[in-house]
């Protein structure tokens, strides 16, 4: 599914095409780009065109297309090449063109809405498709051998088991995994990358989030994770599709502790004034020395410390 550009994106279109643009769009990147070239480079272009005129005026097109085929790329545009070029030289050359720049930024406003609204319910199609296949993977799938589904419908099943610690969603853990969809389409791999993902576990999709805290740091495990686990409505344009079901194989490989701000040293005396319903009780206001106030913060989190619960 191709992603739709915005007004301004629509916009760089026009103004790149036939000198057109959507009502003071914002700038957007140069076609002609500006490079560093060193003196001593050989040109590209030398014996290949008969003047430096040619030469420079032919660069300048071949970027300028460049930028106006990836721009295009973005969305669901189509365009008749021989039109563009036509109305481009018009519009360049200072010549007459058949519609005014206000018309062309009209006719650009409404087919970008036309794109938009067929590109909805071109999602809106595919987002129930999606639904309706994923329920039924999800379906079949907790019927094998050893798959075990969560309260919120997650499905795992034990590939490997490990016995390192298991990571909490403040952790920064270390990954490989290979996404599919679920007619085995693979969308993403770190293996494919040759190194494991670095994450922080609460940065992630929910099924994500809720399945690695499962996994002991060893061990491998496939978690099936239906769509509001997953993308949800949304998708993820352009090669995961709204309502998608998703399949990971995920190998949990470690966990990286997150470092904790040191408590700041105490530098002078502390007044500790108790509150109303205290004084009425008959507390009254401390002063706790700085090696007083340090001590007992030394106290306080080793009693943290044999507090938490051990792996």
Not at 88 to 93: D, G, K, P
Not at 115 to 129: M, P, S, T
Not at 138 to 154: D, F, H
Request: proline share 7%; charged share 25%.
């Amino acid at each position: 599914m191709k992603l739709i550009p915005s007004v301004s994106t629509a916009a760089a279109l026009a103004g790149l095409a036939c000198s057109v643009a959507f009502a003071q769009a914002p700038a957007t990147k140069p076609a002609i780009i500006p490079v560093a070239v060193s003196t001593n480079a050989p040109d590209p272009g030398a014996g290949k065109f008969q003047s430096d005129l040619e030469k420079h005026s032919y660069a300048m097109g071949v970027l300028m297309a460049g930028d106006f085929k990836r721009q295009i790329s973005r969305g669901a545009y189509e365009q008749d090449p021989e039109v563009v070029i036509k109305a481009f030289a018009e519009s360049l050359r200072g010549k007459p063109t058949l519609i005014t720049d206000g018309e062309a930024n009209v006719i650009l406003r409404n087919y970008s809405t036309e794109v938009r609204k067929k590109a909805d319910e071109k999602r809106r199609i595919e987002g129930e498709k999606a639904k309706a296949a994923g329920e039924a993977f999800l379906a079949e799938n907790r019927k094998k051998a050893g798959v075990q589904v969560t309260p919120s419908g997650l499905q795992y099943e034990v590939v490997k088991a490990g016995t390192g610690a298991k990571p909490t969603t403040n952790d920064v853990v270390q990954v490989h995994y290979r996404g599919t969809l679920i007619d085995g389409t693979e969308f993403d791999s770190s293996y494919t990358r040759g190194e494991p993902a670095t994450f922080g576990l609460g940065r992630v999709i929910k099924g994500w989030t809720e399945g690695l805290q499962l996994m002991p740091v060893g061990s491998k495990y496939r978690l099936v994770i239906p769509s509001d686990l997953a993308y949800g409505q949304a998708g993820s344009p352009p090669k995961i599709a709204p309502n998608s079901a998703l399949v990971f194989d995920v190998e949990l490989v470690g966990i990286r502790e997150t470092p904790q701000p040191p408590n700041p040293a105490v530098t002078s005396d502390i007044i500790k004034v108790p509150s109303a319903e205290e004084i009425k009780k008959g507390a009254q206001i401390e002063v706790i020395k700085a090696t007083d106030a340090e001590r007992l913060q030394k106290e306080a989190e080793a009693s943290r410390k044999n507090a938490a619960p051990k792996q």
